[in-house]
């Protein structure tokens, strides 16, 4: 076994999922809304990639971050405000949700075909280097070092910035933001398109490992993603973040560690523990042992 | 009195016309007629729980595939499954009885499940309740898919008997029937109470955990019903049968038709299924007046579109949450 690389493999592929998480744990901190219908922005950005393969890569890249901004933005000012601004229940909210993630899926099936697009964009990534003996794949290295600078980059838009302000007042208590002056619209619009951003860079990074891009290659990302999210407790930030990355470092361990006949009922032991976090700790394993539990959904 | 045989006959004769509509079509409209029977019947069963409690269940399919498997397996002939099936436990193996015992046995198999995944689910509400219940889809996605002593696993189990038009309608009417009087009985009301202010309910000494955990057996019993039914209509279990795509759509005809009536949920089922079967057909072409062809692909466009469209623009659904009335209240 080479515990390097799967260690290396692990640290990168939980870099990618702490992404999600965030880019998930975001739109919910201001709208109380899990948004099922993120994995389908993954999927678009790798639609762009896979049709700009034989663009120089930067330009790509930017082509990719545009149009995934594009449409979560399209997403939130279609779908999600117009439900917002009715008051609709959460229960209808997530189901909406669910229904625009099918409704992207059968566009990109109608548009794209079952067949699947390889991306070409960043392919000599794959190739390794070579440290103590130990194989890294470039694609580890600079995934990690992406996904460590762009969670700090968000931290920082958050602490730093007037809107960063605005958006973690929301966060704690939206009613109370709006009566002290901030835009919910502009607020929600901004997270949005941080997530945006967040999504795109996963569709650059993801694809690189896995160039063929499918209609519903962004279901299982957002499945685990979210168990991450759920396990790390939603409340925070940066508990979120915790909990994709040890999603994404438990699966890529034992994707590489175990062959595929001992992994049958991984999912199924996985799901079994979101259920005893969920029952145990329902704020979260990342949650702040003092932190008072209020139940805002 | 006058306003529960309103209620109740609505729905009923919706579906008694679906029945009678269907004998008139060929073969193969009449499949989509008795599909849209059995969606019908797990739309009714996840209406028990969601709609009743406020509470989003993603984890009702999970009943429906223990109907699914349980309900076929056991109409199988015992030389057949040994031949295909040979992992199976010896009681599953062995026994052979007819497509409406097995839909009781699917019935119980779905209750005692539900009971089994509620007792410790219930305390849960909101988000982590969704996400629970989706974890309960999960896993039971996971073990059908790969333990050989319960099912075919990836394999395709074909030759199960089907049952016909009349069998699939009154199940379902008796699951719409069971339904209505969950609804109208003190414990539907109460778990209402508790949807509509949680706080005032327990003030009234409502005990929510027990509430919803009895809607959920129920709903679990009843989407183990439907499971039975899908089984004897499909005539197969295949793998992936029972897992995102079928709790989507449900959930998504549950809220077309209106998230918290009975009347909703039998609407939207039947309107969401006549709008996928006609899709479906113009794919292939259909003479409307004109002849139609719609190009492969639009079916899940459309639906997912209308889908959507209803969602965001009527989040009650189109019967707004009220039952069948001719006076608007």
């Known amino acids: ?297 | 009195m006058r306003r529960a045989v309103v209620e109740l006959g609505a729905p009923v004769l919706l579906v008694v016309a679906t029945v009678l509509i269907t004998g008139v079509f060929s073969r193969a409209h009449q499949l989509e007629f008795k599909n849209a029977l059995v969606m019908t019947a797990i739309a009714v069963a996840l209406y028990v729980f969601i709609g009743n409690s406020g509470v989003i269940s993603f984890g009702h399919v999970s009943f429906v595939a223990v109907g699914i498997y349980l309900g076929g397996i056991l109409t199988v002939d015992p030389e057949t499954k040994t031949f295909t099936m040979p992992g199976l436990f010896p009681s599953l193996r062995h026994t052979h009885i007819s497509v409406v015992a097995s839909l009781a046995f699917a019935a119980l198999a779905g209750g005692l499940y539900g009971l089994a995944v509620g007792l410790p689910l219930m305390r849960l509400s909101g988000l982590p309740a969704g996400i629970a219940t989706f974890a309960v889809l999960g896993i039971t996605a996971d073990v059908l898919y790969y333990w050989q002593k319960v099912g075919p696993t990836a394999q395709t189990l074909s030759d199960i008997p089907e049952a016909g038009r009349w069998t699939l309608g009154v199940a379902t009417i008796i699951a719409i029937a069971a339904a209505y009087a969950y609804q109208r009985s003190r414990f539907g009301r109460m778990l209402r109470a508790t949807r509509e202010d949680p706080a005032a309910a327990r003030a009234a000494g409502i005990s929510i955990y027990r509430q919803r955990l009895i809607a959920f057996s129920l709903s679990g019993a009843l989407a183990g019903l439907a499971g039975g039914l899908y089984v004897h209509q499909l005539g197969l279990i295949a793998p992936d049968l029972t897992y995102l795509d079928l709790t989507f759509v449900t959930l998504a005809m549950l809220v077309f038709g209106g998230v918290a009536s009975l009347w909703g949920a039998v609407l939207g089922a039947l309107a969401i299924s006549a709008l996928n079967s006609f899709l479906g057909d113009a794919e292939n072409t259909v003479h409307i007046g004109f002849r139609l062809t719609l190009p492969a692909g639009t079916r899940l466009v459309t639906i997912g579109a209308v889908m959507a469209l209803v969602i965001i623009l009527r989040p009650s659904g189109l019967t707004g949450g009220r039952e069948f009335g001719w006076r608007r209240r």
């Open chain 1, 1 to 297: 076994v080479n515990w390097g690389q799967a260690i290396a493999d692990a640290i990168s592929l939980g870099a990618l999922y702490g992404l999600v998480a965030v880019g998930i744990g975001l739109v919910f901190g201001v709208m109380r809304l899990i948004n099922f219908a993120y994995g389908e922005l993954i999927t678009a950005g790798a639609y762009v990639l896979a049709y700009t393969s034989g663009w120089p890569a930067p330009l790509a890249i930017i082509t990719c971050v545009v149009a995934v901004v594009a449409l979560a933005l399209a997403q939130e000012r279609i779908a999600f405000r117009p439900l917002r601004r009715m008051g609709a229940s959460p229960a209808a909210m997530l189901v909406a949700t669910f229904a625009v993630s099918f409704l992207l899926q059968a566009i990109y099936l109608l548009a794209f075909g079952t067949r699947g697009q390889i991306v070409g964009t960043l392919g000599q990534l794959n190739r390794a280097f070579t440290v103590d003996g130990v194989d890294i794949r470039w694609i580890a290295l600079v995934a990690t070092i992406t996904g460590g600078v762009l969670l700090l980059g968000t931290g920082a838009l958050l602490n730093r910035t007037t809107m960063g302000l605005h958006v973690r007042a929301a966060a704690q208590d939206f009613r109370t933001a709006r009566i002290l002056g901030v835009r919910a619209d502009r607020v929600i619009g901004f997270s949005f398109v941080v997530a945006g951003v967040l999504a795109a860079a996963v569709s650059v990074l993801y694809t690189v490992s896995n160039p063929l891009v499918q209609p519903q290659m962004g279901v299982p990302i957002t499945i685990f993603a979210l168990v991450g999210v759920v396990v790390g407790g939603l409340d925070r930030l940066w508990s979120a973040a915790l909990g994709g990355f040890a999603v994404g470092f438990v699966y890529g361990m034992f994707g590489d560690l175990l062959s595929s006949q001992q992994t049958v009922y991984l999912p199924a032991v996985v799901y079994g523990s979101v259920i005893l976090v969920l029952l145990l700790r329902p704020a979260g394993l990342f949650a702040p042992f003092r932190a008072r539990q209020v139940e805002r959904v």
